[in-house]
């Protein structure tokens, strides 16, 4: 089962417009991750916020976490061509080894 | 390139049949998880291995097996092979035991048909 789902499940934009995406989770968490992953390949790591933090930045990136209503949103600003993918959120869950993923939102973002 | 590292890329056969999909970690990481993607279920943890021994199992089915060698690659083998076991497995490495503020590094996976 999906720990994380992301929404909207597909975006589409206009290159230098921002992209926002949400991912709501079910249980305690130590820290959520974003992923990105081009069509067909694997996925390559974006940012991590812990549970103790609320907001975190990364070039023009800008992620939010709120544990009180369980959900984070990735905001990519001024978005390229090349931000096209998918994106995911992964959850460390309390009690958990391993990273649940969500089921991602597909971004196109048109020249 | 993540540095990990996983063989075949691509592979096709057919059912009731047994595959083996390969990875190495990137060098130095103790962990191994592997995930299995597809279309209708998402992202799903199979099974992680660290430094040898089995650390956290998922949706792992019980006709797939994993081990992870003393020089920390791992295997997954996936046997009587059915249509519905078609898709992207990956590997993903990480330096520690435990994902907690881990980033796991992915590999480009491994594209299983089942025909």
């Known amino acids: 089962s999906q720990q994380g789902e992301e929404d909207p499940q597909a975006l589409s934009i206009q290159e230098g417009e921002n992209a926002t995406m949400n991912c709501s989770y079910k249980?305690?968490?130590?820290?959520l991750q974003w992923y990105r992953q081009n069509s067909g390949r694997g996925l390559v790591h974006l940012i991590l916020?812990?549970?103790?933090?609320r907001e975190k930045h990364s070039g023009r990136l800008r992620v939010t976490l709120d544990t009180s209503k369980k959900s984070s949103s990735l905001l990519i600003t001024a978005s390229r061509a090349a931000d096209t993918a998918s994106y995911f959120c992964?959850?460390?869950?309390?009690?958990?080894?391993?990273?649940?993923f969500g089921s991602g939102t597909r971004l196109q973002v048109q020249p | 390139d993540s540095g990990v590292t996983q063989t075949p890329k691509h592979l096709i056969t057919a059912t009731g049949q047994r595959v083996t999909l390969r990875c190495s970690p990137r060098?130095?990481?103790?962990?191994v998880y592997w995930y299995q993607q597809s279309l209708d279920q998402g992202l799903q943890f199979l099974i992680q291995?660290?430094?040898?021994?089995?650390?956290a199992k998922g949706n792992i089915l019980e006709r797939f097996s994993a081990q992870q060698f003393p020089d920390l690659h791992s295997e997954l083998n996936l046997s009587s092979l059915e249509l519905g076991d078609s898709a992207l497995y990956f590997c993903a490495s990480s330096p520690s035991g435990g994902s907690s503020g881990n980033t796991i590094y992915f590999g480009e996976g491994s594209w299983l048909t089942v025909v």
């Open positions: 291995y660290y430094n040898g021994e089995e650390r």
């Open positions: 992964a959850t460390d869950a309390t009690g958990r080894r391993a990273l649940t």
């Open positions: 916020i812990r549970s103790n933090e």
């Open positions: 060098s130095g990481d103790l962990s």
């Open positions: 249980t305690s968490i130590n820290n």
